[in-house]
């Protein structure tokens, strides 16, 4: 079983940053794709970012939805377990409950496709 936990939640004003971390535990492998989807009040699930292996060496490939390219960056380290994502140029519209979630499969942007998910950390953005 594969636990994971958010951290790095918070209050911040229109066009300010913040960092999201996402630490994994129990059985986990370099090889698991890991995303950030998000969730507001009465709407759905939203895929954020992912990286996933590419299936070749330490080769990964990142992707995001179109929403936040340009502005969140996702990132992994292996060796700690760990997984972030550098939120910038933040807007009213990124407010959400955002998760963590991961998967041993090769996935992209559908929750369907992840199995383990963490408890959620809360985004609030002010205009």
């Known amino acids: 079983q594969v636990q994971l936990v958010e951290s790095g939640g918070g209050l911040v004003q229109a066009g300010g940053s913040l960092r999201l971390s996402c630490a994994a535990s129990g059985r986990t492998f370099s090889s698991y794709t890991m995303g950030w989807f998000r969730q507001a009040p009465g709407k759905e699930r939203e895929f954020v970012a992912a990286v996933r292996w590419s299936g070749i060496g330490s080769i990964y490939y990142a992707e995001y939805n179109d929403s936040v390219k340009g502005r969140f960056t996702i990132s992994r380290d292996n060796a700690k377990n760990t997984m972030y994502l550098q939120m910038s140029s933040l807007k009213p519209e990124d407010t959400a409950l955002y998760y963590c979630?991961?998967?041993?499969?090769?996935?992209?942007?559908?929750?369907?496709?992840?199995?383990?998910w963490g408890q959620g950390t809360q985004v609030t953005v002010s205009s």
């Open positions: 979630a991961a998967t041993i499969k090769r996935s992209g942007s559908r929750r369907e496709e992840y199995e383990y």
